[in-house]
């Protein structure tokens, strides 16, 4: 049987870490947290749950970090959370069947639950949030590979996969990201404060396409200057055409200012390299908003086909349209 190493960096999470490493621990063959400079009880309450605590010495560089900690798995495959994450302890077993398939990684759902509703949001009543946020984020993946994470900030496996033609596949095992548990303010303007070094020192990070797809994501999360997130996307896009992420935000800017039509355009782009159930939904709405309906219903029969989180309020949403259309 494949085993499976659960993967963290946490620093000063004592109120979290108990239930992101208890939601797996069942599951999981080993437990490696890197500890980056806790003066709480973090490693105390991870070690007493079974984890091997790795003390790293923080230099504002997540993914090297991260992979400070992948040194240390001797398990066939890697699942990584953050200390603000959990798995649904109904749906964790699914890992198990992940482990012994023929893929290199797997892409999850990532719910980021917040009660500031907007584009592509979806109601989900959990700790006191009225839903989420979906995104699909590779969580799972061989550790035999050579996969290492990039970026100092928003660290990712992508170049990695990329360069090792990685077989991807997809899970509806929810990963529940509670980030705003601990309070938006803090968080917004130390991601601010990183996109402020990266937009001053841009040419100094190998990867451009990803610095500005970084950048980007601060103006369009923190900032809300959507315009200024749209300049930074393309930017990113003209270096990394096919990046699905990228087309994805790039596309969720453009619906933010209503510009639904180069919206539907961008989603199309992200769909021809790699079919994802929101962002089928995602192109749904918008078709429904430019009065589309034939339209909306063929995107939301094809989120519905790959497995969309909310089938059920699909279901419910396409049988309205068609028997409007009947009329």
């Given at each position: 049987?494949?085993t499976?190493a659960?993967?963290?960096?946490?620093?000063?999470?004592e109120?979290?870490i108990?239930n992101?490493?208890?939601?797996?621990?069942?599951?999981?063959?080993?437990?490696i947290v890197v500890d980056t400079?806790?003066v709480?009880?973090?490693p105390?309450?991870a070690?007493?749950?079974?984890?091997?605590?790795?003390?790293?010495d923080?230099?504002?560089?997540?993914?090297e970090?991260?992979?400070?900690g992948l040194?240390?798995?001797?398990?066939?495959?890697?699942?990584?959370?953050?200390a603000?994450?959990?798995?649904?302890?109904?749906?964790?077993?699914?890992?198990?069947?992940?482990?012994?398939s023929?893929?290199d990684?797997f892409?999850?759902?990532q719910k980021?639950f917040?009660n500031?509703?907007?584009?592509?949001?979806?109601?989900e009543?959990?700790?006191?949030?009225?839903?989420?946020?979906?995104s699909?984020?590779?969580?799972?993946f061989?550790?035999?590979?050579?996969?290492?994470?990039?970026?100092?900030?928003?660290?990712?496996?992508?170049?990695?996969?990329?360069?090792?033609?990685?077989?991807?596949?997809f899970?509806?095992?929810?990963?529940?990201?509670?980030q705003?548990l601990?309070?938006?303010?803090?968080?917004?303007?130390?991601q601010?404060k990183?996109a402020?070094?990266?937009?001053?020192?841009i040419?100094?990070?190998?990867?451009?396409?990803?610095?500005?797809?970084?950048?980007?994501?601060?103006?369009?999360?923190?900032?809300?200057?959507y315009e200024?997130?749209?300049?930074?996307?393309?930017?990113s896009?003209?270096?990394e055409?096919?990046?699905v992420?990228?087309?994805?935000?790039?596309?969720?800017?453009?619906?933010?200012?209503?510009?639904?039509?180069?919206?539907?355009?961008?989603?199309?782009k992200?769909?021809?390299?790699?079919?994802?159930?929101?962002?089928?939904f995602?192109?749904?709405?918008?078709?429904e908003k430019?009065?589309?309906?034939?339209?909306?219903?063929?995107?939301?029969?094809?989120?519905?086909r790959l497995?969309?989180?909310r089938?059920?309020?699909?279901l419910?949403k396409?049988?309205?349209?068609?028997h409007?259309?009947?009329?």
């Amino acid at each position: 049987m494949a085993t499976i190493a659960l993967c963290m960096i946490a620093r000063d999470e004592e109120a979290y870490i108990a239930n992101a490493i208890g939601s797996v621990k069942d599951i999981v063959d080993e437990i490696i947290v890197v500890d980056t400079g806790s003066v709480d009880r973090t490693p105390v309450i991870a070690r007493e749950l079974g984890a091997k605590i790795i003390h790293f010495d923080w230099n504002d560089d997540f993914a090297e970090a991260r992979n400070f900690g992948l040194k240390n798995v001797s398990s066939d495959w890697v699942f990584f959370l953050d200390a603000d994450e959990e798995v649904l302890k109904e749906q964790a077993q699914g890992l198990r069947k992940l482990a012994d398939s023929d893929m290199d990684a797997f892409l999850f759902i990532q719910k980021n639950f917040s009660n500031n509703s907007g584009f592509g949001f979806i109601p989900e009543s959990r700790r006191g949030f009225k839903g989420y946020f979906p995104s699909f984020i590779v969580r799972m993946f061989r550790a035999d590979r050579g996969i290492r994470f990039e970026g100092f900030v928003h660290e990712t496996i992508d170049a990695s996969l990329a360069g090792i033609k990685a077989r991807i596949g997809f899970t509806d095992i929810g990963i529940y990201h509670f980030q705003e548990l601990k309070g938006g303010d803090e968080f917004r303007k130390k991601q601010v404060k990183y996109a402020d070094m990266l937009e001053k020192n841009i040419d100094q990070y190998p990867n451009k396409a990803k610095a500005y797809h970084d950048i980007g994501l601060v103006y369009y999360r923190f900032k809300d200057d959507y315009e200024k997130a749209i300049v930074f996307f393309k930017k990113s896009i003209s270096i990394e055409p096919k990046n699905v992420n990228v087309l994805n935000d790039l596309a969720a800017a453009y619906a933010h200012i209503g510009r639904n039509k180069e919206a539907i355009e961008f989603f199309g782009k992200s769909l021809e390299v790699r079919p994802e159930p929101s962002t089928f939904f995602n192109i749904g709405l918008l078709q429904e908003k430019l009065g589309n309906f034939e339209a909306a219903i063929l995107s939301y029969k094809e989120a519905v086909r790959l497995n969309h989180p909310r089938k059920s309020l699909l279901l419910e949403k396409i049988g309205i349209l068609e028997h409007g259309k009947e009329k």
